[in-house]
């Protein structure tokens, strides 16, 4: 048994305030333990200057902590005047994963800004970040295809994100909150539609390496997690999900 | 009767959820109507180099608004690489306000860096953050003198601060959402202490000026403000209320 | 008696050296006894992007010190690479203030800079800046309406811009120099139209609070030396006066 | 048969000029097809301030491109006066690779400098840095354990990286020229041990997504394409690959 | 004789790779001794913003040093996030010198861009980039003609630079490597034409300065070094020269 | 004659007022003509990190013109957040000109930093620099050297520097004001010191080239200049100049 009680297949309790503010399309709180992430959608009536024109839309994705969501304060990007690496790295991967299950031809020229702001962490942010992005990403859209604003349902298909690692004590774990994670010797974060189908992999094995046979294992309890967790998105967002069902049925 | 039903000098519904963040030494979420902040308070063991071997300690505030906290979404001041003045003039003002209760002389060589994070805004940010902050502030500095790190009880007085404005239907008025707030010809900030003594007057007439008789009025409804968000505090502090009324009797 | 042997209502030499330099088209070295500040007014004929296409004018103001202009030479911003909230602070104040006495609607699609360069510092730089930059505006003013190029007087009232301090020796005092706004508690700048009308009011206690009454003595203070910097600039402007005094007669 | 005649599995001409530039301590010119670049390892005799007195050393690589390294010119990202998020992604990638196969505990108190600079680019350059890296770290550290400094050898097993790509036309295809990587639906870049372990899985799917049985196909060209990869190494450094084959062995 | 066994008036070894990459319209791996710059030259079919409009074209220069083109390692100007005062003079002087010997009249609304990336750096790298530069934008310049791009051949006259310096051995001598460029007093670098007319002198005496005569002695040689570099320029640009020969002949 | 009545090889009228400012060590002043340089020289009691525990000093250079100093405004380079090459460029070369006859081991550590602003601008604000950069530096100096901290006289010679051009009308001409400045075909800053030596040559011909004989008489008029801007500075320091007069004398 794991330091909080879990099982090594176990992910940590999940909720999903939808609509968490006021102003945005689509927006969610996400809780995953106490990692907790306000994901919100905005649609913006044009794209960035490289895709005018071709009367498609765009879809784009930032990521920010609040200073004090760590144990020790970090400082504000704002107040470095730059943006870090690890920051630039997840929020070009929320993108682009969002990317894969959303049809832009259908979008119209609009931009999707898709906001991930981290209040709280405990390991897993960004993995929590793109499952409350499509959680968020999903209630922006239905509000714009009801008001007419999108013409056709152009989300295809589910997405969930979720970490695996490699820990001493435990060999592969699901779902790592920081301590686990910082024990880790292998960090593998998995994007999956919910046909199962990979969208994104990136694994790392910084302290130790990893055999294909560990990589098998990893899969297995990436995809069992994903299982659940499009489960709660599902209840989430309600009967929009069969939407996406329909979309998927073609 | 206001837009929203209010008199003229009536707040807009407080609630102040304190501790509201696990790793901050103290935190809130305060909400004003619907603004709503949180307001985090952490201590470091290290005064800025300007303030070393003095002996006494530092507070800096830091303010910042999530992207979809208004009505438009706003460019994240990281990705522009600065902060605009506003947040200047802001993050200035709370920490001015903050260190005129604070007795630096007691904090030993720490520094308390109070972060102001708005996740929805409606009109009064600015002053909701002060109000909020003096709450982190307390908690956070009561820890520190739990467990024996500040030696003698250093928070010299309460600090709460309220905006009034003048609007061509309703004359002075207390509090004003953003909608009174776009609104208004004249727009006021006061800081004060719990002995009704100033400690930050901002008035701006950019679309008009304002008379010595205006200014009168405008500064007892901002008595008449500070004097329930102090009663809020009092509440959401608790027992350590105890602690700042034996530090004003001396 | 003051350090330099003024009454506590009285005000430092004043002298304004009007067209100072042969490019701008307004201009003036304003003196307040120690601290002299270039004012230009620059006209430019458009507008920034967010104001194109309605018709009515735009006025920016911009400060900086010489890095020596202070007893300890102080960094370049632009060696820096950015603008500190000091800086933002007193340019911003600038601005607004300005804007507060001229009808942009009359100026047409056109940009009026004001660039405040303090050459010279000892105490009340900002208020000084702005008691010049009314000078230099009007003088820029005057031009493009004698070659037509604003069909219309613009200039409402009369504008400056004074501090008053309380000092622990002297009470409240006017016009601090550098010694007695390091060692004043509370620092009030006070920026009044001709008609005795408040534009901006801001106060500030980091070392001390002060009361309600403190306030009224402050004001006070402050309307008496606001009168004379007033009558200073309308010796410097000369006949330009009188269509200040037209407009303000309606 | 691929567009420049290759079989699926087959990698492009291998080149690698070590020693090819006379200031540092190593260095080589790797070209796989037309992709070119620059590696260097510079040894400096210090760490980071957050290694200091650990007894450790460091390794950290940057990456850049000449403006005109690619078909249309690239605005040189220090005129732009920022890092792209592409840039800090492959330099990151780079690090902590080379930091899986190096024992920075006998390092001493140094920081090892990777710079991967492309020179021409048509595909796959992030892979070939991190070969070429390898290979100009061996040499750097050879040198560095010569004379002396080094006291034992750090260098743990081989290391190289190669990409896979799924394209429409011929499905998984191994090193991908950059044609082909605009025609790939799915891009995945494996960094690999010596001992067939893995570093390094960045597997992206933008336009498509892709199965488990995908990712297998990918996993076993990308093996193969690394045996033959670490073969040109061996050769490229020489009698130095002994020390490597002892450590292995313990 | 000098350390490398060079006379006073001799140069170092010179090699001009033409067309060294494949990408851009001109190119050319220049060598003078140990100093190696890769040199490009592309066309853009635009001009910057203030050149709009008035049919004519620009052209532009930067250069860069790769870190380890030196003894020791220099930081990235990227990672700096600026450039040094040294890049910008440098490569303010290679734009100015290659506008001095095109017609700018003749090339249409495009702009050239050239680059000079110093690979490996022993001494008087700007004048290599210019002398490397010239020959680049040639071949650019002739391929734009040969496509029929550029209508009517633009290059008035050959270009190239050399540097001259006075050091307390030798007294005058031509082409200073690093070593001598450290020890010099003196250091003048001479940009001329085919025509023997000068289009840029930069002489710094920063530890001593120099005399009339000195000069004269310093011109003589840099005359004798430019006439060598053309008459290697003339043998790698081949046939080309025949239009610059023809343009200057009228 | 030219435009303003001038001989070809007269100056414009030149004036030096020191001590213009009242906090800096050394000030002054400088006008030519309407080209007005306010030069300040501050000394600091410490050396820049590279130069520490050397026992010699540092001198360093800013230059900066006033946003209006200029016919059409500029825009500052705080406001930009980067200092531009110009400016760069200017500065570097009147800091190297100043070491030239300041002898850095009698300073002791301490740094000299010089500020050139211009607050108008009509020509040749770099070579008015210079020559009032000297004039400030040596009050400065004086001052130091009399209250103890400066042990011994360092300034070895007098230095100054003045533009000559060559324009379509008259040929070679002396000290250019800005409409003979934009007219000019070739541009020559010479930088001398009182012994007729050269200290910095820059010469440019962007629009054409110039010959060795137009480049002799262009020296001609620099000498015979400087001879006068000399004259002046010797005036302006008046019993100081004998203290330079002695180190020159050995």
Redesign the interface.
């Known amino acids: 048994m794991r330091q909080d009680g879990r099982q090594v297949n176990e992910l940590r309790p999940i909720q999903l305030d939808t609509q968490y ?4 399309e689509g ?1 969610v709180l996400i809780s995953m333990g ?1 990692t907790k992430v ?1 994901c ?1 959608a ?1 649609i ?1 009536e044009r794209v960035p200057p490289f895709m005018r024109g071709q009367g498609k839309g765009w879809i784009t994705a ?1 990521y ?1 902590m ?6 020790q ?1 970090t400082i ?8 870090t ?1 690890r ?3 997840i ?2 991967l929320i993108g ?1 994963s969002l ?2 299950i959303l049809d832009l031809d259908l979008l119209g020229e609009r931009t999707i ?1 898709v ?1 991930c ?1 981290v ?2 962490a405990d390991g897993g942010t960004r993995t929590a970040s793109i499952t409350g992005a499509f959680v968020a990403l999903t209630l922006a859209v239905e509000k714009a295809v009801e008001n007419g604003k999108i013409k056709k349902w152009p989300i295809k298909d589910y997405l969930a994100a979720v970490s695996v690692g490699v820990e001493p004590t435990h060999g592969e774990i699901l779902d790592l909150c920081y301590v686990e994670d910082a024990a880790a010797e292998v960090d ?1 974060n998995v994007v999956m ?1 919910g ?18 046979e560990q ?1 098998n294992q990893i ?1 297995n309890l990436a995809e069992h997690g994903i299982d659940q967790l499009i489960h709660h998105q599902k209840a989430a967002i309600g009967a929009v999900s069969e939407k996406i069902d329909t979309y998927k049925k073609g």
Chains 1, 2, 3, 4, 5, 6 share one sequence.
Request: no cysteine; net charge negative; hydrophobic share 25%.
């Open positions: 503010l006021k102003h945005p927006s106490d306000i919100t905005s913006e930032e920010s609040l200073p004090r969501a760590t144990e304060r504000r990007e704002s107040s470095k005047g730059k943006v690496g920051t630039m790295e929020q070009r682009r990317r894969s800004w906001d702001d209040i709280q593998m539609t046909s199962h189908e990979f969208v994104e992999l990136q694994g790392t094995g910084e302290e130790a390496t990893f055999s294909r990589l899969l």
